[in-house]
């Protein structure tokens, strides 16, 4: 059925294809291929010394139809980052979060969507569906999805943590629509707990498109994958085998059970058209077996291949288009291989060989096939001419040594012309004729020949060496020549070693060298592109002596020494000696001196040698463990059992105040956690709890998962003692860290990062704040005003004082209570969107210069709206008129609402300030505390008029007189909180 030309070919069956077209990138490799009829279309990246750019060039067979080229330039960062093919539609995701629908025959771009993307999103696509109408696609990236309507050309939905979830997405493993396109399904992982993890833990979301709402939502443990059947049923692949369930309104049924061998299971894949799973398993002798299993009946079908694993697997490439599935297996060393599938007749049409593989792609009817392999793409056709008239021709390319080389091989004739990346030799099937052969390997000369195939032929071809002329010179600062030892590394192997004096000329084969000088301690180093005759120059300085002398030194101590080029921070060389003093031979230059020794606090000098030797003496200072200093910084998820059960030993250890646990729900926690994984190499799952263990603000070891006390014990002890950082991985596997610069980046991140936690506040310092706001919320003359009119209406409509205390204590109540709940969501909005503090100062700064300037002259304007200030005064006459304390509560619930614009200034800066004490249950407290302060004056005022009735005309008059006065007092007090908490934050 298939033949493909990277080296010599192997194939079963008697039809044939033969290579009409190639592409050679000059860049980095080819991304990704797509085909459409004979219209080939590939994606790469183009790259140079000024800029880089992403490019997607069109063929129809070997012409060029159109490309796309998208530069990058500077600081830009904008590039092509994927494309899929839907019909004659190509959709391309470009890096700014946005699509472009391209007509795959003309290279007219159709429509540009922008997309947003979710929070920590890729561009890459990881899955993707199309309705059988074709009118609507569903794109799956790594956080988030989106569904797309081809026909108006616009996102109808999108799925991410930013708008459909409030889970952390981790990621999402498949997506894909029911049969009539109205219902999408969504799986996903949402966790990053180990133990969770391990368990395969995922969640199934179902989505009803058109009533824009989420209709199914289950986690289940031990799922592989899951696919849509039709427009209710749907199946999950599960590590025991599979499940076929119904949609039934909003609830799930399980229709149909069967275990399944899952024994060497590598991969799942699903062939929509087929409504069947394709396990991919490796048996004992380490090939690939194929396990069909149709859905729905569940029937399933085994096909033993001959893809062998033996040895480094690098990747498994799977695809497959209508019934036609293949399977590459890509090596690190060796030959890849090749496999087509008839999954319609449960066979194998065809196994090769080839030398390299990235990409396979082909139309339906297998008349074209992509494959890309490295920089190369090679388009084979159907062979429409007789096995007769096609020939063979072998080509073997030999080096000087006599041994058969890697090669280039261009061949082309009037009609075609084909560029192939080759492994010592190659084996074509061409039609008869005259070609021009162009054969090139890196390092040898480049031959052309012409050839006349009349019949199958095998042509032997020596290459000769390339070499250019080095001239290497040695010379002092003085420009004097002088003797030096030069080594000549290629590949970072030593090819040459020897002593020059002044001057040599080496003869060199074409590539990058690296040219090292030696002189006494001194190195002097060179790379050289050499594809030209080059001489270069080694110029030595004249080295200069530090001294290094140990004050006090204590017998058997063992010292290392750091020397750091200054004004970088780069680490130059480090050495560990065990006597009272130390020589270090260096160039002259500012340098950073570090002396480490176990026991003692780290001696650092800063050193500048110009024209003379110097002597160091270093004083040790010695230091003792005190557990009173260890801090734990512990990344997790408050349901995470894990992570708990870590949080709780470490505080029954070392008490409450060590431990500082951070929330991944918080973004800035989780990019932390992401960093920390990537700095110090982690691996990609992302586990939690992550542990940071720190003593005296110094990062000591770093711990995954949830280990027992020993461990944490034992990790502290050989840390605190070696002066390292230490790491365990998830393996319970130990390694250190001895690079400067990632401990104090590490440093940076954690420990220099707790903002929000080293500036909370202390009851001591909040108590103050607490009581001045209170005290100007309690003299607003918004709030007072309000409550010394609703008590002199009552007053005038009844002399009694039990209607006094029926109406007042109530109203009093209600304002207490609905204050409490108001300022308790505040502080957790607060605590949970640190920089909201800045807005709350302007807020504080304006209400206060508000409130003075209204009471400036000793009038008072309210800042409420005329439209609601005459729904307030309406309120208070009918709960006035009702003894009832029911309406009288109402009607203060309805005041602390409708007051809110006018008395909100000082309950926000206090809250705010609340929000950031370290202990929430005494931030509640002095919550309680502000609101009682706040109601004091209305006590007050109840009193006052109960038993001193007869004052209530002055007190009227007075309340009149005096409240631009205490406007004045209100905004003071404002102002001068909001200043503090500018200096505070």
Known sequence: MLILAYGKITFSTPEDYSIIYSFHSEGEPIIKALQYGSISVFLYSSSGLVSEASVIRAFN????????????????????????????????????????????????????????????????????????????????????????????????????????????????????????????????????????????????????????????????????????????????????????????????????????????????????????????????????????????????????????????????????????????????????????????????????????????CFTSNLDYVLVTGGNTVLLYKKCSHTKNKCKYLSIYVKGESEQYIPFNLTLFNMSHSIFMSCNTSCTIRLSPGNYTLIVSSPGYKTRNLTLLLESNKTLIVELEKIRHKLRVRVFDTRGMPINAVVNIFKDNLLIRKEVIEGSKTFYLEPGLYEIEGELGRQVVSKEVLLNESREIALIFVQNLNITLNIVDHKPATIYTLYLINYSNGILLRNFSFSSDSFNIEISPGVYEIRVLAKGFKPFIKKVEIINCSKTIYVILEKISFDRKFLKFYIYGSPSCPACSRMKEMLKEEYGEYSIIFRDIANETHLDAHTKIYDMLNLGSHYYIPLTIVVYNDTPLCVVIGAVSMDIVKYLIKVAFENGTLLVMNENYKFFRITDIGTVEDLKELVVESREAESRKYTPAQILPIVIAMSLADSVNPCTFSVFTALLLITFSLSREKKRIVVVGAPFIFSIFLSYIALGLGLIKIFSYIPMIKYVIIVLGLSFGMFSIFSGWGGRFKSPLPNKLKRISEDFIERASRAVNPYTSALAGFTISLTLLPCSSGPYLVATAALAKMKNPLLSYLLLVLYNLIFILPLLAIMLIMIFFSSKIRTLKVWRTKKLGIMEIISGILLILISIYAIFAA
């Not at 472009?100 to 003309?106: F, G, L, Q």
């Not at 569903?138 to 999805?145: E, Q, S």
């Not at 696919?227 to 799930?252: D, H, Q």
């Not at 690190?332 to 496999?339: A, D, F, V």
């Open 61 to 360: 067979l070997s012409k060029l139809l159109w490309k796309i080229k998208v530069k990058r330039i500077g600081l830009s960062r904008v590039y092509i980052a994927d494309m899929i093919l839907v019909d004659r539609n190509l959709i391309v995701v470009y890096s700014n979060k946005t699509l472009s629908i391209v007509n795959v025959t003309n290279g007219n771009i159709i429509e540009r969507i922008n997309i947003e993307f979710p929070t920590y999103s890729s561009n890459n696509i990881v899955f993707y569906d199309v309705t059988n109408g074709k009118d609507r696609i569903l794109l799956g990236f790594k956080k988030g999805a989106v569904v797309i309507d081809l026909k108006n050309n616009r996102v109808v939905w999108s799925f991410g943590r930013n708008n459909v979830t409030t889970h952390i997405i981790n990621r999402l493993v498949n997506g894909g629509f029911f049969d009539n396109g109205s219902k999408v399904f969504i799986l996903s992982v949402e966790t990053y707990c180990h133990v969770c993890l391990s368990r395969y833990e995922k969640h199934f979301h179902v989505y009803d498109l058109s009533k824009k709402r989420e209709i199914v939502h289950f986690m289940l443990n031990y799922v592989r994958n899951a696919f849509a059947i039709n427009s209710s049923y749907f199946s999950i692949l599960t590590t025991k085998g599979t499940t076929i369930a119904k949609i039934i309104n909003s609830t799930v049924k399980i229709v149909k059970n069967k275990t399944l061998e899952m024994s060497g299971l590598i991969r799942t894949e699903f062939v929509k058209k087929l409504n069947c799973y394709i396990l991919i398993s490796k048996d004992k002798n380490s090939r690939i077996i194929l396990t069909k299993v149709n859905i729905p009946s569940l029937e399933t079908y085994r096909i033993n291949t001959c893809i062998d694993l033996t040895g480094i697997v690098s990747k498994i490439l799977v695809g497959h288009y209508g019934f036609i599935e293949y399977i590459g297996v890509k090596k690190k060393y060796g030959n890849s291989s090749l496999t087509l599938i008839d999954l319609l007749n449960n066979e194998i049409i065809a196994h090769f060989i080839v030398n390299k593989i990235d990409y396979v």
